[in-house]
């Protein structure tokens, strides 16, 4: 059933339709529904790889050198992997998950990024007020601009830019 859905999106068909799926898999319907009693849960299962790579990458920010260094970059993989990938995106950020899996993730990723900012903090690099939650809600919003607009690959950085200015201390 996951390789069909994974057919289907490298085909450019993103609906995840379950039914299309039981048919293309050659299983009944119910089946589908047990494993994923929704679309979403099915693009959980899709992402879940990943969502893998995006907590090795905040952690290894976490532990860069230089934080604010290791933030930007960690920021700049998130967004390439969900501007490539909108089923990833849509999991990133929802604010609920339909499996276990994808909450334990999102909290190991939290967790990374929570300690990314208080390294960051203690160099006064970044505001006080902002936690990892807002980072990852910031992120999805520069994701929907970048989308939102006409393409142009030199908007995202002007936008990240933006987000990083507003990540750091008032003045």
Do not use: W
Not at 53 to 64: C, F, I, R, S, T
Not at 100 to 113: C, F, G, Q
């Amino acid at each position: 059933m996951l390789q069909v859905a994974r057919e289907q999106v490298a085909a450019g068909d993103d609906s995840l339709q379950l039914n299309a799926i039981a048919r293309l898999a050659g299983v009944g319907v119910g089946t589908v529904y047990r494993h994923f009693p929704n679309q979403h849960a099915l693009r959980e299962a899709l992402s879940a790889e990943r969502f893998g790579e995006l907590v090795a990458e905040a952690q290894a920010a976490a532990d860069a050198e230089d934080a604010l260094a290791g933030l930007q970059r960690l920021l700049r993989f998130a967004l390439a992997r969900a501007l490539e990938d909108s089923g990833f995106a849509a999991v990133l950020e929802s604010a609920a998950d339909a499996e276990a899996h994808t909450s334990e993730l999102k909290a190991e990723l939290d967790r990374a990024v929570a300690h990314l900012l208080d390294r960051a903090r203690a160099t006064r690099a970044i505001r006080r007020d902002v936690e990892a939650d807002d980072v990852r809600r910031l992120l999805c919003g520069v994701e929907h601009a970048v989308r939102a607009g006409d393409g142009d690959p030199g908007r995202t950085e002007v936008y990240l830019d933006v987000l990083m200015q507003g990540l750091r201390p008032p003045r």
